[in-house]
Nanobody
Framework: QVQLVESGGAAVQAGGSLRLSCAAFGASKSPGSRFCMGWFRQAPGKEREGVAHIDSHYNARYADSVKGRFTISKDNAGNTLYLQMDSLKPEDTAIYYC????????????????????WGQGTQVTVSS
């Protein structure tokens, strides 16, 4: 069992930056170091969409909508996942969720919520114009 707790969500103006954090706890030692870890977001009235994910070897993949603006990373122990968000836009407004899965990270350009087994409760990010 893995528990994920997000923090760092806030209200910012367009062009600003935020860093989200996700602390991973579980019966397995340092789950974040061995699992595929990712960030998703869900805007009102829309489906949950993948933002970025990172595997145990620190290979990262990003959705086209955030490439060049967002950076996913994790600490060496693998217990904390981060999402650095720069040049924020109003369309980035959503609830951001941390996710983890013991399997390999999805290999395609698109990935789905069903690819991940464990979820955090989410943190709200609001970007005003």
């Amino acid at each position: 069992q893995v528990q994920l707790v997000e923090s760092g969500g806030a209200a910012v103006q367009a062009g600003g930056s935020l860093r989200l954090s996700c602390a991973a706890f579980g019966a397995s030692k340092s789950p974040g170091s061995r699992f595929c870890m990712g960030w998703f977001r869900q805007a009102p009235g829309k489906e949950r969409e993948g933002v970025a994910h990172i595997d145990s070897h620190y290979n990262a993949r990003y959705a086209d909508s955030v490439k060049g603006r967002f950076t996913i990373s994790k600490d060496n122990a693998g217990n904390t996942l981060y999402l650095q968000m720069d040049s924020l836009k109003p369309e980035d407004t959503a609830i951001y969720y941390c996710a983890a899965d013991p399997g390999a990270c999805p290999s395609g350009a698109w990935w789905h919520a069903s690819d991940f087994h464990y979820w955090g409760q989410g943190t709200q990010v609001t970007v005003s114009s």
